[in-house]
């Protein structure tokens, strides 16, 4: 229900409450449907957080896994350099 400026002008006290009491209306509507939203999103945000938590794990992992991984390159260098150099 849109209105313009001129036509609201036009309209008794009582149509002005009617139109604004439809628009009040409409908000809440909308705000009662958010607000019904958010035991899901919260159910939503629940599962994310279980699931960030499991890939913080393994990049954990991942990351003990390089680093070990790391430090065996790093050694064998070394020992192929002293070969070299025997």
């Known amino acids: ?7 609201m002008q036009s309209l008794s006290e009582d149509e002005k409450r009617q139109v604004l009491g439809a628009v009040l209306a409409d908000q ?3 705000l ?3 607000v019904n939203d958010l035991p899901e999103i919260k159910k939503q945000l629940d599962r994310l957080e279980e699931q960030v938590g499991v890939v913080k794990d393994d990049v954990k992992v991942v990351k ?3 680093t070990s991984l790391s430090d065996q390159v790093n050694t064998q260098e ?4 002293e070969l070299k150099a025997f």
């Open 1 to 7: 229900m849109v209105y313009s400026r001129f036509r």
């Open 28 to 30: 809440l509507s909308a």
């Open 32 to 34: 009662h449907d958010a």
């Open 64 to 66: 003990a896994a390089i």
């Open 78 to 81: 070394r020992q192929i350099a």
